[in-house]
């Protein structure tokens, strides 16, 4: 505490000076200076974590981390850390201070998830996040990890329904077998036929995680209809979502044909399953034959950036599909509204007969030239 005066001046001759009497308390308080990352598999020091750091989990694939808050010179007994959302993620009273407690050199992992993630350390005089709240530190950093193709690995399930007509699948559209690993989008028997009201469960060959945007894309196919729109072929089919296999949540109440699917729309943070049902009409189709959804495969695709999805149609994908390379390109109308026709037509072939596509077919289109790429078949 600082006490003393301050003198004032005054054009009053009467009191040319005011003295006016202060007292000044300065109060230090506690403080958390610094972050410290550890890998928390290898119970070993990584360094700081600093703004903007980048953390690639290609290099720390068990991702199992723990962050030390490095405090000042002043006493502290507790530190409240924040992660993300939650504002009280640990409240740790032992110094070291670390994000999960720690057994001496033993460090609690945490997890971190794909995207931006900030955490905020706030020291406190009492344990427990009480009595005088110090001056925190705050780090929002950013982890990545090399986008790899996920999709389904078995068959949890399959109970398949049967033709228009009333008969059952026959056996080179029944096989389940036939709907795992990447879709194939071809005129072979690369599918499975679900039949009307039939359903199949898939179990995805890793977790998938709830990201911005969608995460699933459910790829059907017509063999020989390959790009025929919704209102000429409507197998339609209703998507399901759980990480156990055993509790369900419903992300999409219908697709028609190929979808994007969001894991948020059934309030999931992650799944392992996937349930396709079959919703289509029989009346919608004059075939006895029509056996509803046929399922090509499921592809998880929000780890996927526009960089590794490579632009529909590519100068070098149409070299590679026309005989020459003497290519007449059209699109119309311009200025697009609504659909975009496209043709190519080589001197040695064409590439493709004009097709209406929306915006979502287009985006559908980029991850299958992928596939089909992954598929040796460009």
């Known amino acids: 505490t600082y006490e003393g005066n301050i003198t004032v001046g005054s054009n009053d001759p009467v009191t040319p000076t005011v003295t006016i009497p202060v007292s000044l308390e300065v109060l230090d308080v506690p403080e958390v200076?610094?972050?410290?990352?550890f890998n928390?598999?290898?119970?070993?020091?990584?360094?700081?974590?600093?703004?903007?750091?980048v953390i690639n989990l290609d290099n720390y694939p068990e991702n199992a981390f723990s962050v030390v808050a490095n405090t000042g010179v002043l006493d502290v007994s507790s530190v409240v850390f924040g992660f993300n959302d939650n504002p009280r993620f640990k409240v740790e009273n032992n110094?070291?201070?670390?994000?999960?407690?720690?057994?001496g050199a033993i460090y609690m992992p945490?997890?971190?998830?794909?995207?931006?993630n900030t955490i905020t350390a706030t020291p406190y005089s009492g344990k427990n996040g009480t009595g005088q709240a110090g001056n925190s530190f705050t780090v929002t950093f950013e982890v990545t990890r090399a986008p790899t193709?996920?999709?389904g690995e078995s068959v949890a399930s399959y109970l398949p329904g049967n033709k228009k007509d009333g008969s059952a699948l026959p056996p080179s559209r029944s096989n389940p077998e036939r709907a795992l690993g990447m879709p194939a989008e071809n005129d072979n028997y690369n599918y499975v036929s679900l039949g009307f009201g039939g359903s199949i469960v898939i179990?995805?060959?890793?977790?998938?995680?709830?990201?911005?945007?969608?995460?699933?894309?459910?790829?059907?196919?017509?063999?020989?209809?390959?790009?025929q729109p919704c209102e000429t072929y409507p197998e339609k089919a209703m998507i399901e979502a759980s990480l156990d296999g055993e509790t369900w949540s419903v992300i999409?109440?219908?697709?028609?044909r190929d979808g994007e699917v969001d894991l948020a729309a059934g309030g999931l943070s992650s799944a392992r399953f996937i349930r396709v049902t079959d919703m289509s009409n029989p009346a919608d189709f004059t075939d006895g034959a029509a056996d509803g959804y046929d399922l090509d495969g499921i592809l998880v695709i929000n780890t996927l950036s526009d960089e590794d999805v490579e632009i529909l149609l590519s100068i070098e994908d149409q070299m590679n599909r026309v005989a020459n390379a003497e290519l007449d390109i059209k699109m119309y109308p311009n200025?697009?509204?609504?659909?975009?026709?496209?043709?190519?037509?080589?001197?040695?072939?064409?590439?493709?007969?004009?097709?209406?596509?929306?915006?979502?077919?287009?985006?559908l289109e980029k991850i299958r030239n992928k596939i089909r790429r992954e598929k040796g078949l460009l």
């Open 33 to 37: 200076t610094s972050f410290t990352l």
């Open 40 to 53: 928390a598999d290898l119970n070993e020091e990584i360094g700081p974590l600093q703004e903007g750091d």
């Open 95 to 103: 110094s070291q201070y670390t994000i999960n407690g720690n057994l």
């Open 110 to 116: 945490v997890a971190f998830p794909l995207g931006e």
């Open 149 to 151: 193709l996920c999709f």
């Open 203 to 227: 179990e995805l060959g890793c977790e998938v995680m709830d990201y911005e945007g969608t995460d699933l894309l459910i790829v059907e196919t017509g063999f020989n209809d390959l790009g």
């Open 252 to 256: 999409a109440t219908e697709i028609c």
């Open 335 to 363: 200025p697009v509204s609504g659909y975009l026709n496209l043709a190519v037509q080589g001197n040695g072939g064409s590439f493709s007969n004009p097709r209406k596509k929306d915006a979502t077919s287009l985006k």
